[in-house]
Every structure is written in C-alpha cells, then in structure tokens.
C-alpha cells in the first residue's frame, strides 16, 4: 500500500530540512546495500531518528540530488516492492520502513522512509541474496553505512542500546488516542506543505497518527508516542510534566521586590513562538542613532531575537521531559539566562562549552529535532551555539556564555543585554510606559517588514530573503498576519490570496505608525 508522507518531499530531496547524511540515494534497484543501509538507519546509532532511502534517484559527487531524477521504469516497481519485502523479512527483528511511491519531475521514485527501531540493536545479511547468509550489525557513520566489527567498541556501545527508546520516541501510558487534536496535526501539515494533509480531512485520526509515526501498539490498545503529545496536544502537561516554558521578569534585577511571571503550555511548538512574542514585545528594545551628514542610521537591539530564538529553540530541543522542571528564561536589566535540565550529554567536555561548536555523541530526543526542522524551529545538527554567537556579534553585543555543572543536571545559556542598553527595561518599565506601548504594537522584525515594504510591495519569498530566513517559516507567516490584522500591511491582490504574483504592501496606517515611532528615535 501506497503511503503518503507527513513532510513535503521536494525538501527531502534538495536537503532543506533533513541533513545529507540522513539520505541516501540510489540510481537503481540493488537489494543488497539497500537492505544494509535500511539495518542501520534502524540502529539509529546517534538517535538522529534514522533516515531515508530514495530509489531512482541520482546524485552528485558531494552527494545532492540531480534533477530531473533518472527515474524507476513502471514495469519495475510492483517487482522492487515485492522484493523489498520479502529482504525486509530478513533483518532481524524484523523492520519495515514507511514505503512511498513519488513522482518528481514525471519520474517514478521510491522512497523509504527508516524511522529509528523500537527493538535495536538489528542485523541485516551482508548479502540478501546469498544462499548463505551472514548477518551483521550495521550503523551510520556520517553519510555512509558501515558493518560494525565484532567485539568493537561501536558493537559494545550499541548492545548497550538494546531495548532503549529516547523518551520522545516512547509510549504514553498515560494517554489514549484521543489526547491527539486532529486539527492541530493539519495545521501542521498545511504549514510543513505536506502531501497528506489533502488527505488527513477524510482519514480516520487512527490511520492518520500511524502514518504520522506518532503513536504505537495493536488498535485495541494503540498509545500515543511522547512526541504526538508534545506537538498535537492541547495541554502536554496533563501527561508530560514540566514540558512547559517559565518566563520570569525582574525588573529592578534578582534582588529586587518585583517580578513578572508568564507560564506558557500548549503544543511545544506554540510554546516556543508565543514565548519569543512576549519576550520580543516586553523585553527588546531597539536604539538608533542618526549621524549628521549620513543618510543611513546606526541601529541595534537589546538583545538581536536570533540568539534568543536559537537559545530558547536548543533548550526546547535538548532538554529531558522525563524530568519535571520546565524550562526557565529569566530576565533581568543586565542579561538573559535560559536554563534546561538536564545538562549536556556526557560525550561533551566541559571545555567544549567554551569553543564554538558543541557536538553531541548523541542526541537526548530523536524525534522532537526532526519537526522542529520541518517546521524551520532549527536548521540541523551543532548549528545553534554558532549562530547565537555570530548574531550577538553582529548587534555589538558581548559574547553569550555557555556553563553546566560537573554533574550535568542543567545548562544554562547567558545572553548579556548590548551595553548601550544596558538598564533600559527599568526605565521603560517604570518612566516610559506610554512610549514602551507604542513600540509593543510591533515586534522587531514586523518593525523591519515595515520600513522593508515603505519602498514597493513585496513578496513573500522577497520578505523572507530581508530577514534571512526562509518564505515557509512560521514565524514569517505569524508576522505577516500580524501586521494586516494591526492594519499595517494589505495583500496586493485581496481577492486572490494564493496568487503566484501577491505581493504585501504598506497601509497608510502604517506609514503613519512609521512616521510617528521614527520620528521618536534618536
């Protein structure tokens, strides 16, 4: 049976949003490498959450997808999927990957969709197609399949895996089918562009959340998985505890007698975007300075949203939800502390924290880090602590800090607030309310839609290259729907909203608004 995949496949294959090393293409039908690579995907040795195999697709020598792919022949594909299954019978437990027909460019592909097992560690013949058959461990190493040698340290290290599951990838006990919200799993769908979300309107939620890979167990007594609850789930905590952010304000600083607290729940992906509004409305503040005789200003932020994104992002990601502490952002005139629990994997020295890259022998969820990608949330592998750096480096600000302790229970990320601002939450908090509200109206990076649309319409994709990120973000979507709601901002072609040629441009409103808030900054 055909299946339809819950991510958009054009990203799959150009590498948008799974890593090169999580895909391996095959021009042709050859079993035997095939079946080696399926073994290893479902050790999921570093709990990347295995990978995919793309049949009929060629690729290049640093290993990108040419295009138009060459293609299976359709005489030949009823033959591959008969004999997939009769190879896949001889891995041992026995794994099945998610098999989907696609058709790219008007060629045929088959792609294999290797999710990490429940059941590792598993072997696979080095020949399916042998009378005599050897079996082996197989794993990942990079963008290659590798046989594992007996009484190796890699064969150690994975017998140790045996019947361990990431807690994101496990069973809810707790919880029955229904905890699932099917309107939030077809939110996602629409957002990530996937396929099956035309078809998630007329399928049974059951059928749905197994195609999704996020629930478990005979139909009788079929749970969800951890990660279905945390992203599709009105409230996680009722079977997550902790699995929530704490925002805490002090505005006068810790030893102060003031404090505002913010609890945000919900699907760990809104938790993420509402928490980044609040902080982004109630905390960053953007300072420019005209110099006389230049026409262009000099402008920075309190804290550029980037790091504070990638921080809170990595925290979200990283942290173990079979612990009950949430996570805790506080915020006080001199910095911003984000804190998760537990600390870094043990793999990680201590010293490392200090460089520039962290790389994890291997990750704590497998599941959470692949729809966050999907969602854009994260762009892969060992890419947050760089980009908090180059961001807080580009807005002048002191560098972040990175610290745990000698017995990892927590990690603690310091974003210090840009010494020109430094102090500046008191005053706008306690003397500048009228002014602190007129900028709350907008966040920084509608502020900068804004001034980016004065010129001419714009496009989304246009709009999205401004802000460095990418035209499928929900934060972009967020933003732009914020701006017309406010009245800010209107569609070029109302009447056709989907339209291939609409354009975003600037109200009179919000020239006005532009006027007004420019004309207040020194």
Known sequence: MNTRLPFNIDDLLRQRTVEGDRIEYKAGWNPDPIIRTLCAFANDFENLSGGYVVIGQ??????????????????????????????????????????????????????????????????????????????????????????????????????????????????????????????????????????????????????????????????????????????????????IPGAHIDVVIFPNGPGGDVLIEKTFRGPIQEQIRDALRYIENRVVREKVIKHPGKAEATRFFSYPMTSIEEALVNAMYHRGYDQREPVEVRINPEGIEIISYPGPDPSIRLESLSGGKIIARRYRNRRIGEFFKELELTEGRSTGIPKMRASMARNGSPEPSFSTDELRTHFLVELPVHPELAGLMVQDEAHDKAHDEAHDALTEVEVRVVRFLVQQPRSRPDIARHLNITSRSGHLYKTIDNLRTLGFAELTIPEKPQSKNQKMRITSKGLAWLAENEAKDV
């Open 58 to 239: 060629d690729c290049d020598d640093d290993g990108r997808a040419i295009f138009p792919p060459i293609g299976l022949k359709e005489n030949q594909l009823d033959r591959i999927q008969r004999e997939l299954l009769q190879h896949c019978k001889l891995i041992q437990p026995n794994y099945f990957p998610v098999l989907s027909m696609q058709q790219v460019d008007g060629r045929n592909l088959i792609v294999l969709w290797a999710p990490g097992g429940l059941n590792r560690p598993y072997k696979a013949p080095r020949a399916v197609t042998a009378k005599v058959k050897e079996y082996h461990y197989y794993i990942r190493r990079y963008s290659s399949t590798v046989e594992v040698k007996p009484n190796s340290e890699d064969e150690q290290e994975l017998l140790r895996l045996t019947a361990t599951v990431p807690f994101d990838d496990r069973q809810c006990q707790k919880a029955d089918l229904d905890a699932l919200r099917l309107s939030m799993i077809r939110s996602y769908l629409k957002e990530v562009g996937s396929e099956l979300y035309e078809d998630s309107a007329q399928m049974p939620l059951l059928d749905l959340c197994r195609q999704m890979n996020i629930v478990d167990g005979a139909d009788e007594f079929v749970k969800p998985r951890n990660v279905g609850l945390l992203f599709f789930s009105e409230d996680p905590t009722r079977f």
